[in-house]
């Protein structure tokens, strides 16, 4: 069973910046590829970013693109969301995600295997 814990979640002002970690365990990390989602209140679980297992495929939804950025060290079990230039619409709950394939995925039902969620409040 694979187990994912995100951390690094708080309350920034609009602008500025927050890095989010996930540890895995329970399974061969370097395997997988890895995705970040978050979810705002009243709205569906969106896509945010996603990173391959050797980190050479790093796709982004539009709105994030220049200011988040996703990186993994495989050593460490460990993928980040680097997040600058926030915005308030980027508040939501931001769940790392993990996935049995070696290449990425953009839809939540390509993961199976989920974090608890880190909550991401920007204030304007």
């Known amino acids: 069973q694979v187990r994912l814990v995100e951390s690094g979640g708080g309350l920034v002002q609009a602008g500025g910046s927050l890095r989010l970690s996930c540890v895995t365990s329970?399974?061969?990390?370097?395997?997988?590829?890895m995705g970040w989602f978050r979810q705002a209140p009243g709205k569906e679980r969106e896509f945010v970013a996603a990173i391959s297992n050797s980190g050479g495929s790093t796709p982004y939804v539009d709105s994030v693109k220049g200011r988040f950025t996703i990186s993994r060290e495989n050593a460490k079990n460990s993928v980040y969301l680097q997040m600058d230039s926030l915005k308030p619409e980027d508040t939501a709950v931001y769940y790392c995600?993990?996935?049995?394939?070696?290449?990425?995925?953009?839809?939540?039902?390509?993961?199976?295997?989920w974090g608890q969620g880190t909550q991401v409040t920007v204030a304007s």
């Open positions: 329970g399974g061969t990390f370097s395997n997988y590829a």
């Open positions: 995600a993990a996935r049995t394939s070696p290449w990425i995925a953009t839809m939540a039902s390509g993961y199976s295997y």
